[in-house]
């Protein structure tokens, strides 16, 4: 039974390559209380059927209320309230329940008569929200921009001198803005959080940052970055293309808040990478 309101991680993963640089310019729900149901789904499925006597019905009216797949009535709470010694409370006072229009003579065209009558508790409700489908609804909204890697200095990296690794924002925002989904009775918030940035520098090492890094500027010399950074022990002149393959990869954590329930969902986890090639220089020394 349908009822009235009551009052009150996937990996992605890119083949462009990235020249090292220190400016990219391109890189089945429950039934509802009451005994109603629906054959719809919720979370985005669309609008949801119920079914009487073999012939769907849509499970809200806007007009008439929820839909009872057990009574064929649809169900509206009055508002508002008649008052009180009016004939629909049946003798009942206000404080026993609540007075509800109920549809429930049906013609070829649709809804026919409506009548109030007293109810001691909502006769249905809204189908029950699925949080955990509302989260990932939540998360596939948020824009998650495809990594795009800045490194320091520009054109090649040189044996012993530390290399700065950073996120370039200047695709995106550094972290997306929380997207919030709202169901019948439940609005769920999901909120990224950058939890790491891995580099690969494809000479056998990885570095691993909890920020996404700081982009270099040329006042800061041959400083080490403060929060991300990697020095090669050995040029890339031997390898095939004369550059390291590597890649970095961003992994996020989603963390989800119910508003309207108890529920607790655990984070979504979110993972983006991009393959980036390093060529690194020996110094040369002359006597």
Known sequence: MADEPTPGGGTVNHCEVKSICDKVKDPATAPPPGGGGSTGGTGGGGPQVCSWNGKDWPCHDPEAGWFSNSTGC?????????AEG?????????????????????????????EPRFFAQAPAGPPPDNPVALAREAKDKIDFSDPVPGIAPKDAAVVGVPVWLWLDQSKGPAVPAPVTVRG???????TPRLLKVVWDLGDGHEETCTTAGTP???????????DCSHTFAAGSGTVP???????????WQADVTVTGGTQRIDPLPMTLSTPLAVRVAEVQVLN
């Open 216 to 226: 270099y500027d040329p006042s800061y010399g041959a400083r080490r970055s403060p």
């Open 184 to 190: 019948n009775t439940l609005a769920v918030t999901v």
């Open 241 to 251: 293309g004369g550059t390291f393959a590597g890649s970095v990869t961003v992994y």
């Open 86 to 114: 009016d004939p629909a409370w049946e003798g009942h006072k206000p404080s026993d329940g609540a007075v509800y229009n109920v549809s429930c003579k049906f013609t070829e065209d649709g809804v026919g008569t409506t």
């Open 74 to 82: 649809y169900y509206r709470y009055v508002s508002p309230q008649p």
